[in-house]
Nanobody, 125 residues
Framework: QVQLVESGGGLVQAGGSLRLSCAASGRTFSNYAMGWFRQAPGKEREFVAAINWSGASTYYADSGKGRFTISRDNAKNTVYLEMNSLKPEDTAVYYC??????????????????WGQGTQVTVSS
């Protein structure tokens, strides 16, 4: 079992920045690739970014390229999502997830076995 707890969400004006954190516990964090997903009201959950076990490989959805940065600190068992130039359409609940295929940077939800409870991000116009 891996427990994931997100933090860092909140209310921010358009153009602002937030850094989300996801703290993991329960199993060796570096055994997992990690991903961020989000779900806006009335919409399906969608992929945001992923990072492999070492941090050497990352992958982003088009919506976040150039604005979002995913990173991880294996010593702290934490993955981050730095979000800049936020837009109202970035408003969503953001979830982190763990993928036991640790070399993969996947955008496929079904490959992620463990999920956090989510943190709300609201971007006002």
């Amino acid at each position: 079992q891996v427990q994931l707890v997100e933090s860092g969400g909140g209310l921010v004006q358009a153009g602002g920045s937030l850094r989300l954190s996801c703290a993991a516990s329960g199993r060796t964090f570096s055994n997992y690739a990690m991903g961020w997903f989000r779900q806006a009201p009335g919409k399906e959950r969608e992929f945001v970014a992923a990072i492999n076990w070492s941090g050497a490989s990352t992958y982003y959805a088009d919506s976040g390229k150039g604005r979002f940065t995913i990173s991880r600190d294996n010593a702290k068992n934490t993955v981050y999502l730095e979000m800049n130039s936020l837009k109202p359409e970035d408003t969503a609940v953001y979830y982190c997830a763990a993928n036991s295929l640790r070399t993969r940077v996947s955008d496929t939800e079904s490959q992620y076995r463990y999920w956090g409870q989510g943190t709300q991000v609201t971007v006002s116009s």
